[in-house]
C-alpha cells in the first residue's frame, strides 16, 4: 500500500528506544519506523542474546547504541558493528542504559519479566512508555503505577486489547464504567477435547490460528493464561477491580476490547488482528499517523461470534482470576512460576496441563507460607519474583527425580 507521507519537520521528530527490538514486537516497531518516512529517530535498541540480528537491526534503523542482555555477546555485537558510528554494550547494566538514553518514548517490548528493571527504569526517568511486556504489571504492577503517577508519565497499552480499551474508554471516569471486557481468540486448542489438549506438543502450542508471536506468549495464549495476565493487566492499567473485568472468547480477533457504561452504552475496538496497529497507536500518541497495517474488512470477515470461555478445559485462566481476586502478591507468584512452567513445557519436561498445575501450586503454596504480600516496590517484586522461580525448579528437579525411579 502506498502511504501519502508529507515530509517531517525536524522538531517534530520523535526519539525513540526499543527494548526486545529482536523480537516480535520488535520487528513489527521497527518496521513503523521504517515505513514513517523520518518521523522517529532511534536512539537506541536493545535485545538478549543475540548479536548478529542486534547489529543488523541497529544498522538499519541507524540507532547509536546497541545493547544486547547476555554479556557474551559483546566481542561479536562490537564486531558486526565496526566501521559504523553504534555504540555497543552488552550485560543487564547496559540494557537499562539504553532505557534511559533520552528519548520521547521507549517501547517495552523485552518478553518476561527480564523486562521489569529496563522499562522501570524508563518509566522513572520519566519516560513515556508503550508497554507491550504485560509481565511488568503482573510481575510488579502496583509499584509500576506508582511511578507512573510519581513521575508524571504515561504507560500506553500495547497489548491489543488493551490498546482497544484504552481507546474505547476515552476521558471517561471509572464509575461511569459498567463493565470492561477482553477477547481472547481461544488459541489454537480452542475446540479441543482436553483429553488432546492434555497431550498437546510445544509444536502445537505454538502454532496460534490468528496472531505470530513470541514463544513464550504463544504458549502462554494456547492455555487462556495469556488472557489471565491480560485481566491483571488491565486491573493495574485501568485501576478497576477484578469484579468488573470480563473475558469472552472471539476467535476472529476482529473486537479487541469494549467498554460498557453505566448508561447501557457500549463501546469497542476493532481492527485486523496486527500488532501494528496498536504499536503505530503508541508511537503517535496522541496524533495518529498512516500505517501499512492490514486493513479491516468486516465483510469479508462475514461472522463475528462470542463465546464465554471454559474453565474446566483452559484451567489456567481460572488461576490466574483467582490469584488477581485474592490480591496481595499473588500476581507477582503466578507471574514467576508460569514462566518456569512454560519453559519446561516447551523443554518437553511436563505436559501443557502441568503448567497451570504447578502455577496453581506455586499460588496455593505461597499463600500456606503467608509469603504473598502485595510487593512495595519493584526490588521487592523481584525478589518475591526469585523466591518463585527457585522453589517452582525445585518442584520441577523433585518431579523429575520421581518419574526416574518409577522408569
Ligand atoms: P519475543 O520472544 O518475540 O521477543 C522478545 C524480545 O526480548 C527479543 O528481542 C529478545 O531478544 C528480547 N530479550 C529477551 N531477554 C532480554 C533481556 N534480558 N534484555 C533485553 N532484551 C531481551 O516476544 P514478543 O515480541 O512476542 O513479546 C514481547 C512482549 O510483548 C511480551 O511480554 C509479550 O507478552 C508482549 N506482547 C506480545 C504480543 C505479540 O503479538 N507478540 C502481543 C501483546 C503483547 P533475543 O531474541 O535475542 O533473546
Ligand atoms: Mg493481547
Redesign the pocket.
Known amino acids: 500500500m502506498q502511504l501519502r507521507q508529507s515530509p517531517v519537520a525536524d522538531r517534530d521528530v520523535r526519539s525513540v528506544v526499543i ?8 520487528r ?1 516497531t521497527a518496521e513503523i519506523i521504517a515505513g514513517a518516512g523520518g518521523a522517529f529517530r532511534v536512539e537506541a535498541i ?5 548479536p548478529q ?2 547489529a543488523r537491526l541497529a544498522r538499519e534503523l541507524g540507532a547509536k547504541f546497541a ?4 554479556p557474551r555477546g559483546y566481542a561479536e555485537l562490537k564486531e558486526a558493528l565496526a566501521g559504523t558510528s553504534i555504540e555497543p554494550a552488552a550485560g ?1 547494566e547496559a ?1 537499562v542504559a539504553a532505557a534511559l538514553r533520552p528519548s520521547d518514548i521507549v517501547m517495552g ?4 519479566t ?2 521489569v528493571k ?1 522499562t522501570f527504569a524508563a518509566l522513572s526517568a520519566g519516560r513515556t512508555v508503550a508497554l ?4 511488568c504489571l503482573v510481575c510488579a504492577g502496583a509499584p509500576f503505577m506508582h511511578q507512573a503517577a510519581a513521575s508524571g508519565t504515561r504507560l500506553l497499552p ?3 486489547e488493551h490498546n482497544a480499551i484504552f481507546q474505547s474508554m476515552g476521558e471517561a471516569s471509572l464509575d461511569t464504567i459498567e463493565m470492561i471486557t477482553l477477547t481472547a481468540s481461544g488459541g489454537p486448542f480452542w475446540t479441543w477435547p482436553s483429553e488432546a489438549i492434555a497431550k498437546a506438543t510445544p509444536k502445537q502450542a505454538l502454532a496460534h490460528p490468528n ?8 504458549v ?1 495464549s494456547a492455555g487462556l493464561m ?1 488472557k489471565g ?1 491480560e485481566v491483571i493487566e488491565a486491573h493495574y492499567l485501568f485501576g478497576i477491580e477484578a469484579a468488573r473485568l470480563d473475558v469472552i472468547v472471539h476467535a476472529q480477533s476482529v473486537v479487541h476490547g469494549l467498554v460498557a457504561f453505566t448508561d447501557g452504552s457500549v463501546t469497542a475496538g476493532l481492527a485486523a488482528p496486527d ?1 501494528k496497529v496498536p504499536i503505530a497507536y503508541c508511537l503517535s500518541f496522541p496524533k495518529r499517523s498512516a500505517t501499512a497495517a492490514r486493513r479491516l474488512d468486516l465483510t469479508t470477515v462475514g461472522r463475528l461470534t462470542f463465546e464465554r470461555p471454559d474453565f474446566d478445559r483452559f484451567p489456567a485462566l481460572r488461576v490466574a482470576i483467582a490469584a488477581l481476586r485474592t490480591g496481595g502478591g499473588l500476581p507477582t507468584v503466578l507471574n514467576a512460576a508460569n514462566e518456569i512452567a512454560v519453559e519446561a513445557f516447551l523443554k518437553r519436561l511436563i505436559s501443557f496441563y502441568e503448567i497451570a498445575q504447578m502455577v496453581e501450586q506455586a499460588c496455593n503454596t505461597a499463600l500456606a507460607d503467608g509469603v504473598a504480600h502485595e510487593p512495595e516496590s519493584v526490588a521487592d517484586a523481584l525478589a518475591m519474583d526469585q523466591a518463585v522461580r527457585e522453589r517452582s525448579r525445585f518442584v520441577l528437579a523433585r518431579q523429575a527425580a520421581s518419574r526416574a525411579r518409577v522408569q
Open positions: 527494548l526486545g527490538a529482536t523480537g516480535s514486537i520488535g513489527s536493545a535485545g538478549g542474546r543475540d540480528a542486534l545493547a544486547l542482555a547476555d543487564e540494557v517490548a523485552i518478553a518476561g527480564a523486562g529496563p507491550a511486556n504485560k509481565e500495547v497489548d491489543s496472531w505470530s508471536m513470541g514463544p513464550k506468549i504463544s502462554d495469556n495476565l500488532m
